[in-house]
């Protein structure tokens, strides 16, 4: 229970995300989107689309605005159900699903607008994300001494690593309220991390960030691909940035999937191409 | 130099985690806790008990109750008379029905009885928030009070309306009716509220807690990291109702012995322990008893020094008190508007560095 404080530890030699480990081979898929469709009223977000995230890749979804891209990740997160199609997450497929189920199945994610918790400390944001692994009832919590702070400490262990990982150990107690942007954006991946997730799903991780913050959070994205085997999909306009660090893009327009493929087909895609310099389509 | 944490390394996360970090803290802490159990019990005259330190104790564990719920957790409620009603009318019957049953048992089971009212009325809280819901938890509050004055069933068809709380005893000694000695009813008082303080405490720092404050911060992105709305929410109405409960079951019982629903649990008394809060500080076990201390308290002070020290009149006194403490609420959310628990924190931080800022 007296778990010392550790002399600095080195990220990823003994700390592993595993808590929702699965037997799915790298490269297989690990999530496959099937003819999904998805309206707002009149509005038609997201129209017969289909793709895979293949387990331990970096899957990067662009498009130009409104394209349904944030549309998708709340798909797949169950946050919103499609009126069409399937999502097969680990080899099981359902349509509707609750974003605490996804949350507990090992999907996790960051938010396009920082969505912290704005009156607790980074410590606690990070704390929250394993509120899915924390098992003590109310009445060993109600005690506290005992198995509920074992259970506490070992979870503020794994934090620990992840706020390391993420060098923000200074802003440990600091309320999230008073930190600057882009420090937010990493507590938040932060939060999304402590869920130890299987599918880490990225919401524009890089918006309104400056040139080195946004090569910090890019070594962050790739370090938890490599070091960690997390699969990561990521909603990014820094075509540069989207580039470099994806292994495969979907591109969306208009609700519709318009390229699918490795960084160099997708670039000299002449349909993306189109899409983003804004050439008239009919529909 | 008490204030000092040169020196007061943590080796371990245990360490790191305790509520008193710092140590001369933690001695002063228990200092004082064992100043209140040992030594005012031998002090305590029938005036202090009355109208000072047992309303101020039943009071700070109805404030605790509601910042679990509205502090912490950020569902508003109104409802908080109806519920100290449901505990005090739980307790009448429970006393009444089972006059062997110890006075402990009888508050606590009052409580778990007021928790599942709560949980009952805390069911809009899933579809609607902020002022809906608190218009939805006014709604509590006047059916409740209804609903005690007019079955006769509760108050056991007596005559006036009125629950009187029959004598019961601890270890031989009277706790409750007219014979109870007040160091009695001020370490019952007293022992509930220790308890049930470090019960709040472990709760809203465990996951529990974080659940509460991550669905008040952001209940979408609280959502999405795996919180359940259903079970935070309803669990904060719950542990806050259980609260709430054995505070109007010890109300009813130690303090006020006979009681009139329409009069003793009225909006009023939501609005106290509304206030209590947010001038305490709101999402602060501290802060529920800084804000009980001043709205039971400060008025009873400050009638003494009016009427006792410069010997004004008595309804002088009344109006200048309210006025004052109206003013003093003003002034305290201008200045601090998270509550004096904040004040408090801040004044912590500068003590840190007290006397050499730089």
């Not at chain 1, 480990?21 to 977000?45: C, E, H, R």
């Not at chain 2, 700070?60 to 910042?67: M, P, R």
């Not at chain 2, 009952?120 to 809280?125: Q, V």
Request: charged residues 15%; contains cysteine; proline residues 4%.
């Amino acid at each position: 229970m007296n778990a010392p404080i550790m002399p600095h530890p080195v990220a990823g030699t003994e700390f592993r995300l595993e808590a929702h480990q699965d037997d799915i081979p790298t490269g297989q898929t690990l999530l496959k989107v099937d003819n999904v469709s998805l309206s707002f009223g009149g509005v038609k977000a997201i129209r017969e689309v289909s793709f895979d995230i293949r387990k331990g890749e970096i899957r990067a979804i662009i498009g130009p605005n409104g394209a349904g891209k944030t549309s998708m990740l709340n798909v797949i997160n169950g946050f919103y159900t499609p009126q069409q199609g399937t999502i097969t997450y680990r080899g099981v497929p359902r349509r509707a699903m609750r974003s605490t189920q996804a949350a507990r199945q090992g999907i996790s994610r960051t938010f396009q607008n920082i969505a912290l918790f704005k009156g607790m400390s980074t410590l606690d944001n990070i704390m929250t994300g394993r509120i899915t692994l924390q098992k003590r009832n109310l009445f060993w919590q109600a005690l506290w001494h005992g198995p509920a702070q074992a259970e506490e400490i070992e979870h503020r262990l794994a934090v620990e690593h992840i706020i390391d990982f993420l060098e923000i150990a200074h802003i440990r107690k600091t309320p999230v309220g008073r930190l600057p942007y882009g420090l937010q954006k990493r507590v938040e991946l932060g939060r999304a991390l402590a869920a130890e997730p299987a599918l880490l799903l990225l919401d524009e991780p890089m918006a309104g960030m400056n040139l080195e913050e946004k090569e910090d959070m890019s070594r962050f994205i790739l370090d938890v691909n490599n070091q960690f085997g997390t699969t990561i999909a990521l909603i990014e306009h820094d075509m540069g940035v989207v580039m470099d660090i994806s292994d495969r893009i979907v591109v969306l327009d208009y609700g519709r999937k318009i390229g699918d493929g490795k960084p160099a087909e997708i670039a000299a895609d002449q349909a993306v191409i189109d899409a983003y310099l804004g050439v008239p389509h009919h529909d | 130099m008490l204030y000092r944490e040169a020196g007061d390394f943590k080796g371990s996360y245990a360490a790191d985690i305790q509520t008193f970090p710092i140590k001369g803290e933690r001695y002063l802490f228990w200092a004082f806790v064992a100043f209140c159990f040992l030594v005012v019990p031998f002090l305590i005259t029938p005036y202090w008990e009355k109208s000072i330190i047992v309303p101020f104790l039943i009071w700070s564990i109805v404030a605790l109750g509601l910042n679990i719920l509205t502090g912490y957790c950020g569902q508003v409620s109104l409802g908080t008379g109806g519920f100290m009603a449901v505990g005090a009318f739980a307790c009448y019957k429970l006393m009444i029905a089972f006059p062997d049953l110890n006075i402990v048992a009888v508050i606590v089971l009052s409580g778990f009885i007021t928790a599942g009212v709560g949980l009952l009325f805390g069911l809009p809280s899933l579809r609607i928030k902020g002022f809906y819901l608190a218009v939805a938890t006014l709604a509590a509050q006047f059916f409740l009070v209804w609903l005690f004055n007019k079955v006769g069933w509760f108050y056991n068809y007596s005559a006036s309306g009125q629950i009187n709380a029959p004598t019961r005893y601890i270890l031989g000694v009277a706790v409750t009716g007219a014979n109870a000695p007040p160091w009695a009813t001020y370490l019952l008082c007293l022992s509930f509220v220790f308890v049930f303080a470090w019960v709040a405490r472990n709760l809203t720092r465990g996951r529990l807690g974080r659940s509460w404050m991550a669905m008040r911060d952001m209940d979408i992105a609280a959502q999405i990291m795996g919180v359940s709305p259903l079970g935070s929410k309803l669990s904060a109405f719950a542990i806050s109702s259980f609260y709430v409960g054995m505070g109007g079951a010890m109300f009813f019982s130690v303090y006020l012995g006979a009681v009139e629903v329409t009069e003793a649990f009225n909006i009023d008394k939501s609005f106290d322990a509304l206030f209590m809060i947010i001038i305490g500080g709101l999402g602060s076990i501290l802060g529920s008893f800084l804000g009980a201390a001043f709205i039971v308290v400060f008025p009873v002070v400050l009638k003494n020094i009016m009427v006792g020290g410069l010997g004004w009149s008595t309804d002088l006194a009344a109006h200048i008190e309210i006025m004052t403490i109206g003013a003093l609420i003003i002034f305290f959310l201008i200045v601090e508007p998270h509550g004096l628990a904040q004040l408090w924190r801040l004044t912590k931080e500068k003590l840190r560095l007290w006397p050499f800022p730089y």
